[in-house]
Structure formats: structure tokens, C-alpha cells
């Protein structure tokens, strides 16, 4: 009796964790987005982490749904900067999708801490 | 003689060891209200949706730009723009100064 409900919570939190994760990193697919990310590393370093000026963000660990957000707003003019209009222009969604893989999972930014 | 010059060339070029100014002290009291979406992990902006960017340990220099620019208009989003609004040059230093000291206790 205690068995099978202990298998079957193990199954459905496994589905769960299966289904999550999927869900956070629908599309890309980071070891592409290293392949991509030449031309991102000259100013965000190669984990995001290694700003060539301060006044770069760091992209490590930022959350990868936000990166896209990013990206695609400096595609679409909506967010405006000279440099990255001119980068963000020429990226597909995949590209997009598959940079955001790559630098969300390095170690980096973290959250505020709510005390 | 020798020390002297060594004293007055380490604290001329005291400034330029730290690029980080403002007060985090002060800045935590500031962030209060900015942790009620950047303090939550995996908080969702809504249209569009995605989750609120994390801001610990970022470059300063990167998030005053940032908030100068939502302050200004430049930059668009309306809660952000609201609540740049409210901060003065010293603020968003103290503020900022406060969020780069969030990477540097943990790392």
C-alpha cells in the first residue's frame, strides 16, 4: 500500500519537474547560443560576467525569458540603443532564443534578497 | 621621504581602485520598494510577460544608465517609469550602490 503511492509521487513529481523545466527554457538551446555568442563575448564576456566597460550589463544567471524580452526589444526599436540595435537586428528568433539559453545558465546575477 | 611618496600616490589613486559610489546603507532602505518585484524570484512582468530582471551583483554604472534612462522617459516602462521618477541623482546612487553590494557579499 505504501509502496505504489510512494512510486506514484515520485512519477508525477518527476512529470512535474519534467514539464517545468521544459516550460523555462522552451526553444533554445545553449550550446548553440556559445556558438552564437562570438560576437556578444568582444563586450559581455563569455559568461556574461566580464563587462568589457560598467556601463554593459552583466548577462550571467539573468533570467532567460527577460534576455529574450531584451533582445527583442532592441530588435524591434522599442528599446533603443545605437550599439545593440545594430547586433540585435540581424538575430532570428532561434538566435535569440539560443543566446538566452547560453548566458541565463551561467553562474552570475542574483535576486534582492526579501528579509 | 620614500614612504610619503608612496602614502600620497596610494591615497591619489584611492578613487580609482572602486568604481562603486553612493551608500548601500542607505540604498537598502531605497530598494524596499524595488524588491516588491525584483525581490520575488521568478516574478512576471505582464504584457508582455516575462520574469522581472535580476538586478544583484549588476554593474553599477550599467543600472544608473537604466534608471536615468526610465526616469527620463527614454526607456519605456510604465512602473519603471513611475518609480525612477521619484529618485533623486543621490538615490539611484545610493540604490544602485546597494544592488552591486548584493553580488559582492554572496560571490
Known sequence: ?115 | MRHTWIVAVMIALAPLSSSAQGDPDRGEVIAYTCSGCHGIPFYKNVYPTYSVPKLGGQNQEYLISALKAYREGTRQHATMQAQAATLSDQDILDVTAYFVSIGENES
Open chain 1, 1 to 115: 500500500m505504501n509502496r505504489p503511492s510512494m512510486l506514484t509521487t515520485l512519477i508525477v513529481s518527476g512529470l512535474v519537474a519534467i514539464s517545468f523545466s521544459s516550460q523555462a527554457h522552451a526553444g533554445g538551446d545553449y550550446r548553440r547560443g556559445l556558438e552564437k555568442s562570438q560576437v556578444c563575448q568582444s563586450c559581455h564576456g563569455r559568461t556574461g560576467n566580464e563587462s568589457l566597460q560598467p556601463s554593459y550589463p552583466k548577462l550571467a544567471g539573468q533570467h532567460e525569458d527577460y534576455l529574450v524580452h531584451a533582445l527583442e526589444s532592441y530588435r524591434n526599436g522599442r528599446r533603443q540603443n545605437a550599439v545593440m540595435a545594430g547586433f540585435a537586428g540581424n538575430l532570428s528568433d532561434q538566435d535569440i532564443a539560443d543566446l538566452a539559453a547560453w548566458y541565463s545558465r551561467q553562474e552570475g546575477l542574483r535576486d534582492l534578497d526579501v528579509e
